[in-house]
């Protein structure tokens, strides 16, 4: 469903467009619950669009975080960059790139946070430690602010919403959009300590870890005590101010985009809250949002929607 091809192919299509835009779907349903949920109350034409954009960006991640990741190298990912440009040029090599540049003619987005995100994954092909929060602050900007972008660009904005006189034109949500790709990643860190710490990865600023008093090999050996319990709290507390910061954005949305990103970013952020259900024990655990909480959350977007 996923394969790679392990260098650029003579551009065959062995499916439509429309079953292309299926497997996006599928792969879409099959990676991430929670956004393919999200996409389940988009229209059909901004659904599509976000399939087409998670498999680009799932490919571009599975490059380094995928079964076949020990393979890839920085040429690897030149290659992918330059394929990328390919298809913002309209010469798709095969069918799920297509889905890109179909969604490309449908919807004006720009090539730069696509390059950006090849740039954080090549932050992962040779970092394994941060030592400050600005440091991740960039890389989480590079895998997830930009897709906050690149969403943004397919919700688009509320252009009835009233605008100060003296504004230019309409409000763009640009910072609250990186905002929420910030918010999401930090979860997402939290949720996989234990996971990252077995392959040899931290990305929890290490000045935050000796802030309370905490070592890398305590985190390695997954040491759970009061140190990682307020550690993890502080944690917890910066994604959660993310999360606040991009709410903000969520009404400059176009109408029709405001349940979506209310269901996800409710979903998504209840993580953090699953992670303090388990007593912060992101080694032996991971920690998700089970369907029936996941169901409670919709009403409550659906309100949180409403309001202007
Ligand atoms: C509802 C909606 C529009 C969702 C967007 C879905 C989308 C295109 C997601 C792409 C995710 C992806 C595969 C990125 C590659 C790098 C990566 C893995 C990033 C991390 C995602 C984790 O995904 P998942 O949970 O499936 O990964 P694992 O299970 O761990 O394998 C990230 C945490 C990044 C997610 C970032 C976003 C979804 C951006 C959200 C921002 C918006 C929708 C902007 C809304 C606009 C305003 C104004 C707030
Ligand atoms: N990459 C994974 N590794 C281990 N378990 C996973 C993974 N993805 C999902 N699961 C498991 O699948 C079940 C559903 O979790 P969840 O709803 O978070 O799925 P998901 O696809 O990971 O959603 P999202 O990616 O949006 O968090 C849980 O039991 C979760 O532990
Ligand atoms: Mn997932």
Known sequence: MLQLPKSPPKVTMRLSLEEA????????????????????LMSEAKRRAIWAIYVWCRRTDELVD??????????TLDLWEARLEAIFAGHPQDELDSTLTDTLQRFPLEIQPFRDMIEGQRMDLYRSRYETF????????????TVGLMSEGVMGINRAASTAP??????????????LGIANQLTNILRDVGEDARRGRIYLPLEDLALFDYT???LLEGVIDERWQALMQFQIQR???YYLQ??????????????????A????????????????????????????????CLPVAWLRAQAL
């Open 21 to 40: 835009y299926e497997e996006c779907r599928q792969i879409t349903a099959k990676y991430s619950k929670t956004f393919y949920l999200g996409t389940r």
């Open 66 to 75: 995928g079964p076949d990741a020990k393979q890839t190298t920085p040429e």
């Open 134 to 145: 600005e440091e991740l602050k960039l890389y989480c900007y590079r895998v997830a602010g």
């Open 166 to 179: 003296w504004a230019e034109g309409p409000y763009h949500p640009t910072q609250e959009a990186i905002a």
């Open 216 to 218: 890398e090999r305590d």
């Open 239 to 241: 994604a959660r101010k």
């Open 246 to 263: 991009a709410e903000e954005g969520i009404s400059a949305l176009s109408p029709d985009a405001r349940l979506p990103v209310w269901a």
């Open 265 to 296: 970013t409710i979903l998504y952020s209840n993580i953090l809250t699953e992670i303090e259900r388990n007593q912060y024990d992101v080694f032996n655990q991971r920690a998700y949002v089970p369907s029936w909480r996941k169901a409670l």
